[in-house]
């Protein structure tokens, strides 16, 4: 059996690293996530994050398509080679929400440079965990350090709004799961998606 690429997305605070984490477990699959999961990755994540580091959009842009291209060649491809499953915790889909969406990027720009980042190697399914603004920031303390996590409730709303119109575009490799119930109540609409796939 081939190995199945699955990925979580989703603004912050919305469950998806511990679901990712979850199901990687209980798969027996390979849990990574962008971006950082390598030596030369979590370099590069350490700048991306630093928000008293000026950047332009188009540089975080251009880091992110290069942490996830070593990602790939380096981890996510040799498993998937191997028969594994593979569990990432964000990938393409985040450059077009956070970098397009809510930098304003040109989203399609943003698709031809991740295609070359990424080649032929898609999801085999995408899991949107999704919630709202104000659910996200009940759930979590906002980092003034983090570049992403200290950006205003707007640039989280287009986030958001990115996301889903994302899924709405591929409704057969998209999955949207309401990220508002218990961790039982939104694993098990999970589990029901993907055990077709596992």
């Known amino acids: 059996m081939p190995g199945r690429f699955i990925v979580f997305e989703g603004i912050d605070a919305s469950g998806k690293s511990t679901q990712a984490k979850r199901v990687a477990a209980q798969c027996g699959g390979l849990f990574t996530f962008e971006p950082g999961d390598t030596v030369l990755g979590a370099e590069l994540r350490r700048w991306?994050?630093?928000?008293?580091?000026?950047?332009?959009?188009?540089?975080?842009?251009?880091?992110?398509?290069?942490?996830?291209?070593h990602h790939l060649a380096t981890v996510i491809e040799p498993a998937l080679a191997e028969g594994r499953h593979v569990i990432c915790d964000r990938f393409t889909a985040s450059t077009l929400a956070y970098q397009g969406f809510g930098r304003?990027?040109?989203?399609?720009?943003?698709?031809?440079?991740?295609?070359l980042a990424v080649g032929e190697t898609a999801p085999d399914l995408t899991i949107l965990i999704d919630i709202d603004i104000e659910t996200a920031n009940e759930r979590r303390a906002r980092n003034n350090e983090d570049r992403f996590e200290s950006a205003d409730a707007d640039f989280h709303e287009r986030l958001r709004q990115g996301y889903l119109a994302l899924a709405a575009r591929s409704p057969e490799t998209w999955c949207v799961i309401d990220g508002r119930g218990t961790l039982d109540e939104v694993a098990a609409a999970i589990d029901e998606r993907i055990a077709p796939l596992l």
Request: charged letters at 25%.
């Open 48 to 69: 991306l994050l630093d928000a008293s580091t000026p950047m332009t959009p188009r540089t975080e842009a251009l880091l992110m398509l290069a942490d996830r291209s």
């Open 104 to 115: 304003g990027l040109d989203v399609s720009l943003l698709e031809r440079a991740s295609a």
